[in-house]
């Protein structure tokens, strides 16, 4: 096992490096999970409870396919969950406090159920009550770095029930081959300098906001900073603003760097206030600069771009001289919430 840097003790360069492998891994671990037959022949919804790195897979999903699904990010279940419901629980580590809950409610209430993990306490209540489960399997990495295990293990749960064509998993598996991470680290290396000592604002199209979420938790829990992100068009109706300001008593405009992730494939209108927003900006003395994501369909873009942000939060790390896998606060979070 080759360590590129010391402060990276977890060698999480490597999990990055692997990322592709996960899709495959995590269809076959949900292989043969079924729901009892006649359960549910079609639900009403799809209500996906998870916590940060746990709901990126569902996140991800609502853009994706034209399903009728919610993301669910707290206790207990939304208002649209009913008896029609199929709620999936997602949690990497199967402790999650929020996530138990929303599944201890299904449970009581009777509704559709399956669960993805690798263990924990959800892998004993699954067990317990004879729920559906997927077990992701070791080597376990940070939750953050394994959105390719949870998404294509939920991806092959709906196909499994015929809410998914095979098309999707197909595209799925090609990305274990097509996708080569080592493509995008010195990019990411590169990124990471310029938005050294920075807070970085992540804006995208409102179709890949979720990515632009995705990166702003990497730089969160990876780099240990502070990041913004927010989509087009909505921004330019708001937080457009914002920058008006930014030379006088806020913050100096020198300690913000905005990274545009634009697809040029996106809708015209869309690339023009992609255009039109950042010469507004520049002209406020903010840096701003455009980086185009790369791939010949939607998923391919879609986890390229992650893993762009994988690499630039990592290398941030190693350019503050921190751990890049450790989560020292949010540790200590789930420690006092048990006590």
Not at 29 to 39: N, T, V
Not at 122 to 151: M, S, T, W
Not at 213 to 229: G, P, R
Request: aromatic fraction near 10%.
């Amino acid at each position: 096992m080759k360590v590129v840097n010391p402060i990276d003790k977890f060698n999480m360069r490597d999990a990055i490096l692997d990322f592709p492998k996960q899709f495959s891994a995590g269809i076959r671990s949900a292989e043969d999970i079924y729901l009892k037959p006649g359960a549910l022949p079609k639900p009403e919804n799809i209500i996906i409870c998870g916590m940060g790195g746990s709901a990126l897979p569902g996140d991800i999903l609502v853009n994706l396919q034209p399903l009728d699904v919610f993301v669910h990010k707290d206790y207990g279940l939304p208002i649209q969950a009913g008896n029609e419901s199929l709620i999936i629980c997602i949690s990497y580590s199967g402790n999650t406090q929020e996530t138990l809950s929303a599944f201890s409610e299904a449970i009581n209430k009777k509704l559709p159920l399956i669960t993805i993990t690798t263990g924990g306490k959800l892998e004993k209540l699954a067990q317990k009550y004879n729920i559906p489960l997927v077990k992701i399997p070791p080597p376990f990495i940070p939750p953050r770095l394994a959105i390719g295990y949870q998404f294509s293990a939920l991806i092959k749960i709906l196909n499994n029930h015929n809410f998914l064509n095979d098309k999707i998993i197909e595209e799925i598996l090609e990305l274990s081959i097509k996708l080569k991470p080592e493509k995008w680290e010195n990019q990411g290396k590169e990124i990471a300098k310029k938005i050294f000592k920075k807070i970085p604002i992540i804006y995208t199209s409102k179709y890949f906001q979720e990515v632009g979420l995705i990166w702003k938790n990497s730089l969160n829990e990876t780099a240990k900073i502070m990041a913004i992100t927010n989509y087009f068009p909505e921004l330019n109706h708001n937080e457009i603003v914002g920058f008006w300001k930014i030379n006088e008593t806020q913050i100096k405009n020198e300690k913000l760097f905005v990274l545009i992730l634009r697809d040029r494939g996106d809708n015209p209108q869309t690339l023009k206030q992609m255009e039109i927003t950042k010469g507004l900006i520049k002209k406020e003395g903010v840096e701003i600069e455009f980086i185009d994501i790369e791939g010949k369909n939607t998923l391919e873009k879609i986890f390229s771009a992650i893993i762009l942000g994988y690499f630039t939060s990592y290398w941030l790390a190693l350019e503050y001289g921190v751990d890049p896998t450790l989560v020292k606060t949010i540790e200590e979070f789930k420690k006092r919430l048990a006590s």
